[in-house]
């Protein structure tokens, strides 16, 4: 965890309302699925976002706008300086991924996973990854998973691109380990639908992002987490999956 | 001692800088931002008897200048309190911490007294009597002098320890509550708790909080924090721990005029981990700016 001062290098829309915004500054190589947490004018808590993508001295983060700080965020131009709390969350755990493993993503669910995947092809596995959309419009980083060497999937709930269907219609029979951000309905549709164990990452409303504050607590099977800390991602075998 | 030092109930402090319950965990999570020493003490998470998970998610809204929260006394009960997070924090806490303590009934309150009234790493206990988050307990003895006194009383039976009633400010007259305190034989009283608020979602139409409604805090509560200082510390004798919105070192002189003999920080360390740090660090060139030699001699001049 650091607080660090980065600068904005680039700032612009991959569709209309997903933005990627890539920061420059003092920010060592994150974790996939760690998450920073940005300070914004006029707004008091900062927004946590997960990460991208990430190297040494560079950090990029896709959103949606869709609240006053995503928002403020979209208007924001290059050479804005911005404080950014980094390196935080827990991250995928890579070792248990197997020869083939999945990547299952859903809307802005999808950015860590793609950090993700350059790790895993880094790695030399092969990837396969499913990614859903609501509708065509909304589809962003297929082909920079494509430029990775993953096996791509797309869905779209209205059948307007790829696959018809919803993530869970589109699963390959056969992959090794599982990893999966995306909406909770989404979440708990792939909980039932995988055949082999996997990791969830979880968003909620955050107040710190660091541990402090107990705000995004949640109940797993080895007892209260907080999602910002022990998580965002978790174990399949660790998760109670609230009504 | 230094130009900063004040004395909260007999003990020194080397500055009036307290990270306030439920901002600052117990003490380690910031030990790994900066090094916690430099702190006149800390509160750490409020602490009851048994074990609590507390209310569903969200918990956390934003408002105008604050935020509201219903996370609501969410803690591993006070025998995992002393058990496992006292000894982890005493690797990296060397001063006397404040422990911070809240109950469902006279029982609760005096049974986790009793508990901690044995820790020597304890300086102070704060009882709460002020959470707007959890129901039949909490901020319903705070809201009612002669419960108030009643836990003040049942509580000094079973401590040494100075005994800081912390205070709500959802009542119509906080001096009421304080004085009711003093009587009973409260050794100090800090103020104030979060004020009741809550968001609605324009999207989805319901309210932002699992919990409905939630407790405000950050520099939106300042002025109203500041005011209640101002009049518990002309109703009292004992000392007043301010507290509300702070987030600066000039805040924390402002509050020091009101009459606190210390403050309590609490929604600036979430925005701002160092937030504590930077504002002991800044105290010296704004009391150099303001004429002021030592804190001492700014209690209530106001």
């Known amino acids: 965890m650091n607080e660090v001062i980065l600068t904005i290098q680039d700032n612009s829309a991959l569709t209309n309302q997903v933005y990627r915004m890539t920061l420059t500054g003092p920010v060592s190589q994150m974790h996939p699925g760690q998450f920073i947490n940005i300070r914004l004018q006029d707004c008091f808590l900062r927004r946590p976002i997960s990460v991208y993508d990430s190297e040494p001295g560079k950090v990029t983060i896709v959103y949606k706008r869709i609240g006053k700080g995503t928002e403020q965020m979209s208007h924001l131009t290059a050479g804005t300086s911005l404080n950014v709390l980094t390196g935080l969350g827990n991250g995928y755990d890579l070792s248990k991924a197997g020869d083939l493993p999945l990547l299952i993503g859903g809307g802005v669910g999808i950015p860590p996973l793609f950090l993700l995947a350059k790790t895993l092809r880094n790695m030399g596995k092969p990837v396969t990854a499913v990614l859903g959309f609501n509708t065509r419009s909304e589809i962003f980083a297929e082909n920079a998973f494509k430029s990775l060497g993953c096996h791509v999937t797309v869905t779209t709930a209205d059948g307007s691109a790829g696959k018809r269907g919803f993530v869970t219609d589109a699963l390959p029979d056969a992959y090794s380990y599982f990893y999966t951000c995306g909406p909770m309905p989404m979440l708990k549709a792939v909980n039932t639908a995988t055949a082999t164990s996997g990791q969830f990452s979880f968003e909620e409303r955050m107040g710190c992002g660091f541990g402090a504050c107990m705000g995004c607590s949640c109940r797993t099977k080895d007892g209260t987490k907080r999602i910002c800390r022990e998580g965002p991602v978790f174990e399949k075998e660790a998760i109670l999956w609230e009504e | ?302």
């Open chain 2, 1 to 302: 001692m230094g130009r900063m030092t004040v004395n909260l109930c007999g003990q020194h402090l080397d500055n009036p800088v307290i990270p306030a319950s439920g901002t600052f965990g117990f003490g380690y999570e910031f030990a790994e931002w900066y090094d916690i020493n430099i702190l006149g003490t800390f509160s750490f998470k409020g602490t009851t008897r048994e074990p609590r998970f507390c209310n569903p998610t969200p918990r956390i809204a934003e408002c105008p200048a604050g935020m509201i929260n219903a996370v609501g006394l969410q803690n591993p009960g006070v025998k995992q309190v002393i058990t496992e997070e006292l000894p982890k924090l005493s690797r990296v806490f060397h001063k006397k911490v404040m422990a911070n303590v809240s109950g469902f009934s006279l029982d609760d309150y005096v049974y986790t007294c009793e508990q901690l009234d044995r820790e020597d790493a304890v300086g102070w206990l704060e009882v709460n009597i002020s959470c707007p988050n959890v129901h039949g307990g909490g901020m319903a003895f705070g809201t009612d002098p002669e419960a108030a006194a009643s836990v003040t009383a049942a509580v000094k039976k079973v401590t040494r320890k100075p005994v800081i009633m912390k205070l709500s400010p959802n009542v119509t007259d906080i001096t009421a509550i304080a004085r009711a305190c003093e009587n009973a034989g409260a050794d100090a009283v800090s103020l104030i708790n979060t004020l009741q608020g809550m968001r609605i979602d324009l999207r989805t139409r319901r309210p932002v909080l699992a919990n409905i409604m939630g407790g405000v805090s950050g520099p939106a509560v300042f002025p109203v924090a500041l005011r209640m200082v101002w009049q518990v510390s002309h109703a009292v004798q004992i000392p007043v721990i301010g507290m509300g919105g702070i987030s600066t070192s000039e805040d924390v002189l402002e509050m020091m005029m009101a009459g606190a003999s210390a403050v309590e920080i609490g929604a600036a360390n979430l925005v701002d981990p160092m937030a504590c740090k930077r504002i002991i660090e800044g105290l010296p060139e704004v009391m150099d700016r303001y004429g002021i030699k030592t804190l001492d001699e700014l209690k209530g001049v106001s």
